[in-house]
């Protein structure tokens, strides 16, 4: 497994609007909300992307 460099994190934090990666723990209660019943039920093909603004294609 290719380890990422810190000379890549570093440009990479740097071009995100939230200049700094998310932890498992800030992740988890929306993993939480969405397992559960009945909160989690009305979301439906919706994407919920933890990226610190970082966009995806």
Do not use: H
């Not at 990666?21 to 800030?26: A, C, I, L, R, S």
């Amino acid at each position: 497994m290719n380890e990422v460099s810190e000379t890549w994190k570093d440009n990479k934090k740097n071009e995100l609007v939230i200049p700094r990666f998310g932890k498992v723990e800030e992740v988890a209660p929306t993993a939480v909300f969405l397992a559960s019943d009945p909160d989690g039920n009305l979301y439906t093909g919706q994407t919920l992307g933890p990226n610190c603004g970082d966009v995806m294609f």
